[in-house]
């Protein structure tokens, strides 16, 4: 019996499946970003994370006739970060603590958190219109309270805003700021049209803002 035969049409077989393999592992690696490209994204969240920015303050004002005078210091962050494909996953924090007196009585030392959890998928649009802004932590510093900063004349922090177009991003905050009740409570848990992540400096936020733009693209691809 001639094996010849048989042997080319085998041969044709594997080196098919192997221009198969070859061709699915290139379009694979076309599609979404590279581990390494997210890796690096992660590490510059994580190094972020690190850093954090404090704002010390006073306030003076009057609730139901009485005096009430507090000072204090609110330090805003970046937690934590998840990279799956192209969706991102970020927690960040803003902490409170503060003591004072309210009329005639004297408050202990209180901290208050505020912990914001976002998932949304980036894509080139979005990471496109982000941009660093300053703004005034509005839930902790009411302009009705009277805020003043050692820091900064108008109190404000350094953010990244995310304004997407339409309501993509997952927001989910826990907080133990909550009257009458000792504990943390989760408060909101929906979609919103944008949200503020607080960053050390505009320097770094403009740098996480160009590692996000970069990676944005590769998810494009």
């Not at 920015?53 to 204090?72: C, I, P």
């Not at 409170?96 to 202990?108: E, H, S």
């Not at 989760?186 to 505009?202: E, K, N």
Request: charge should be neutral.
């Amino acid at each position: 019996m001639n094996c010849y035969g048989a042997i080319v049409p085998i041969f044709v077989l594997v080196f098919a499946i192997a221009t198969w393999a070859d061709a699915q592992s290139e379009i694979h690696s076309e599609q979404g970003p590279s581990a390494a490209m997210r890796d690096e994204l992660v590490r510059s969240f994580q190094n972020e994370s690190k850093r954090g920015a404090n704002l010390f303050y006073t306030q003076v004002y009057k609730v139901r006739g009485r005096r009430v005078e507090f000072d204090g210091s609110i330090f805003g962050a970046i937690e934590g970060v998840e990279v799956d494909g192209c969706v991102l996953s970020i927690k960040s924090e803003i902490v409170d603590r503060y003591a004072g007196t309210i009329g005639n009585n004297q408050t202990g030392r209180t901290q208050s958190k505020y912990i914001s959890s976002i998932r949304f998928k980036l894509t080139t649009q979005m990471a496109a219109d982000l941009k660093v802004v300053t703004a005034r932590p509005v839930r902790q510093l009411s302009a009705e309270s009277n805020p003043k900063c050692s820091d900064s004349p108008n109190c404000n922090l350094t953010w990244i805003k995310l304004k997407p177009t339409g309501r993509i991003i997952h927001l989910t905050e826990i907080t133990n700021d909550v009257a009458d009740y000792d504990g943390d409570v989760q408060d909101f848990d929906g979609v919103v049209d944008q949200f503020f992540l607080p960053v050390s400096s505009a320097d770094a936020g403009r740098e996480l803002i160009a590692k996000m733009r970069t990676f944005a693209q590769s998810c494009a691809l």
